[in-house]
């Protein structure tokens, strides 16, 4: 089946400019999840989706930072007013339960976010 | 809190030789452990886990012990191959009940010479 899949793979925009990043989670997984990959460092938890319930918002790094999910399927990231530290490749992975032991989580090829 | 500390890279090995990837853990209760690897241009997909004290995970050549009382999993691999060229990370999953974020390392980047 297919994987956890990401649009766009790569983003160019100028600061200032909102932009919209997709996930399209693997089917039937009711976790979902936003990470950022900064050039050089580990990966950042931006916020967690489980079901119906509501989200875990606790790692976005501030309010220009929004993400939604609709169905509990598709997600979408949006970063408002854009600045340039935002540049990085921003992750995201689902797997089939909330948590316990040793729950894999699948993760797509990124969005690659410029901010010029 | 809950964290995850593993060795600053890059490591650079010449083919077939053995690969120590040091990850140590701090957590509260018994998280399950992890290693995920992300080769170029790749998302990142596990490579082992274990989800107890004194499991072993492995995988294709890769082993990796949980040491309650180090609280470490290190990665080993006796012979490494060019093909294993790529960025490791360690993570973890804490497993209180309401507690799901993973906590990952910086990752180690490693680079196999032929």
């Known amino acids: ?116 | 809190g809950n964290s995850v500390t593993q060795m600053e890279g890059p490591v650079t090995l010449s083919e077939e030789a053995f690969l120590t990837i040091n990850c140590t853990y701090t957590a509260t209760g018994y998280p399950s452990l992890f290693w995920y690897v992300q080769y170029p241009g790749e998302g990142l997909q596990l490579l082992l886990k274990a989800t107890k004290a004194d499991d072993k995970g492995s995988n294709k050549g890769f082993e990796a012990t949980y040491r309650k009382e180090t609280t470490s999993f290190h990665l080993e691999k006796g012979s490494v191959q060019v093909s294993d060229s790529a960025v490791y990370f360690c993570a973890l999953s804490p497993t209180t009940s309401g507690t799901y974020k993973y906590i990952f390392g910086t990752g180690t980047r490693l680079k196999v010479l032929a």
């Not at chain 1, 994987?3 to 979902?32: F, M, W, Y």
């Open chain 1, 1 to 116: 089946g297919a994987g956890v899949s990401q649009s766009p793979s790569n983003k160019v925009t100028e600061k200032g400019k909102d932009v919209e990043l997709r996930c399209d989670p693997i089917s039937g997984h009711t976790a979902l999840y936003w990470y950022r990959q900064s050039l050089g460092q580990g990966l950042e938890f931006l916020i967690y989706f489980q079901g119906n319930s509501a989200p875990d918002k606790s790692g976005l790094p501030s309010d220009r930072f929004s993400a939604e999910r609709t169905g509990g399927s598709v997600s979408t990231l949006t970063i408002q007013r854009t600045q340039q530290e935002d540049s990085a490749v921003y992750l995201c992975a689902s797997s089939s339960s909330s948590g316990g032991a040793g729950n894999e989580q699948f993760f797509g090829p990124g969005t690659r976010l410029t901010v010029l």
